[in-house]
């Protein structure tokens, strides 16, 4: 059994219509859109809505900016449209229009942040499933997925904007994980919660990472954990007991499916 394993294609549909050559299946772990291109300023969703000069300004804002100072100035860009939410799904809609042609089937999906979950029932074709919180069999081996991004303690995503990503509360992450039995191989967006594994040698900090899929690392002890959402990990992988646990890299760069085969 050969399955291929992309995460993070933010928009390369090129190089997803090619993920699925030779595999059995084809696993996409989220961040399908192309939201905010830091790479090409005009491109992305925010550079064809607002230009590249706009872009430079958000990147500027992530990298160096005072806390709360991003969030004011993206809430200052959509609220000068006459109808932002309108605007954003269907950009949205527009790269998922591409986007999901492109996958071979079976596909196997759970969304990332950066991602509208609630609008691929759109564009789901044959073979096309959307799984989180759920196990699904593959050539014998158990699969569980869980989507999105868990907020902090304390947090709670927010209701305002046009732009909602897919962050979900810690505990309703937690009980998605839990949720999972007897998993063979862990698939999610973020990564567990591994310093080496969640830390991003270029905007040099950690990102989010669940202490609840390494809490099913622990009891089930899977053939492997595979992730993405950390684009330029500290490590691409680290073996957690008897876990291998790996990024599977920042498809719309590399344009290479992470291949597992047994």
């Known amino acids: 059994m050969r399955v291929h394993v992309v995460a993070d294609v933010h928009g390369n549909s090129d190089a997803l219509a090619r993920a699925g050559e030779g595999a059995d299946a084809l696993i996409v772990l989220g961040d399908l859109i192309d939201f905010v291109n830091y790479d090409d300023h005009r491109a992305g969703i925010l550079g ?3 230009g590249a000069e706009v872009v430079g300004r958000f990147a500027k804002l992530r990298a160096d900016g005072r806390p709360g100072e991003l969030g004011r100035y993206a809430d ?3 609220a000068g449209l006459a109808d932002p939410r309108d605007t954003l799904e269907n950009a949205v809609r527009e790269q998922y229009g591409k986007l999901f042609p492109a996958m071979a089937a079976p596909c196997y999906l759970t969304p990332g942040n950066v991602d509208l979950p609630h609008l691929w029932q759109e564009f789901l074709g044959d073979g096309q499933r959307m799984l989180d919180g759920e196990v699904v069999e593959l050539g ?18 927010s209701t305002d904007g ?13 009980a998605a994980c839990a ?30 990472a669940s202490a609840a899929l390494l809490e099913v690392i622990e009891r089930d002890a899977p053939r492997a954990a595979l992730f993405g959402h950390v684009h330029q990990p500290m490590a ?20 290479r499916p992470y291949v597992l085969t047994w």
Not at 140 to 157: A, E, H, I, N, Q
Not at 181 to 202: F, I, K, N
């Open 236 to 255: 691409a992988r680290a073996r957690w007991r008897r876990t291998e646990c790996v990024n599977v890299g920042h498809f719309r760069l590399t344009g």
């Open 162 to 174: 046009a732009w909602r990503p897919y962050v979900r509360l810690g505990t309703e992450y937690d």
């Open 179 to 208: 949720a999972l039995t007897s998993v063979d191989v862990l698939c999610s967006h973020v990564p567990p919660r591994v310093p080496e594994l969640a830390y991003d040698v270029v905007t040099r900090r950690a990102e989010v």
């Open 76 to 78: 200052s860009l959509w």
């Open 48 to 50: 064809h809505i607002f």
């Open 140 to 157: 014998g081996l158990r699969f569980g997925f869980v989507g999105g991004l868990p907020l902090p303690v304390g947090m709670s995503p």
